[in-house]
């Protein structure tokens, strides 16, 4: 089993930055892909950016893209999402994922999911 514990949200406002932060714990040696969700009022959830434990380029939202920055500190089993030029669109609970497939840019891929933390950005 994987547990994820996700820290780091807060309310900003536009034109901010957050870092999130995922710490995993268990069988972590067994995951292959780790990235973040984000279910924002009104749409379904979505992937922001996911990437893999290994070798992998990130996948990222076109519209996070140059402005998000997904990172892993594989020491210390933990993902960042480094997230700068808030939008107001950018508000929702981001939840961290990870799943043990090879195809990581596939939602399907992701079993294990944290609680979440929520991101408020105003303008």
């Known amino acids: 089993q994987v547990q994820l514990v996700e820290s780091g949200g807060n309310s900003v406002q536009a034109g901010g930055s957050l870092r999130l932060s995922c710490a995993a714990f268990?069988?972590?040696?067994?995951?292959?892909?780790i990235g973040w969700f984000r279910q924002s009022p009104g749409k379904g959830r979505e992937a922001v950016a996911l990437?893999?434990?290994?070798?992998?380029?990130?996948y990222y939202a076109e519209s996070v893209k140059g402005r998000f920055t997904i990172s892993k500190d594989n020491a210390k089993n933990t993902l960042y999402l480094e997230m700068n030029r808030l939008k107001d669109e950018d508000t929702g609970m981001y939840y961290c994922a990870a799943g043990t497939a090879s195809g990581c840019y596939t939602s399907n891929t992701y079993i294990y999911w944290g609680q979440g933390t929520q991101v408020t950005v105003s303008s």
């Open positions: 990437t893999y434990f290994g070798p992998g380029l990130p």
């Open positions: 268990g069988s972590v040696d067994r995951l292959n892909c």
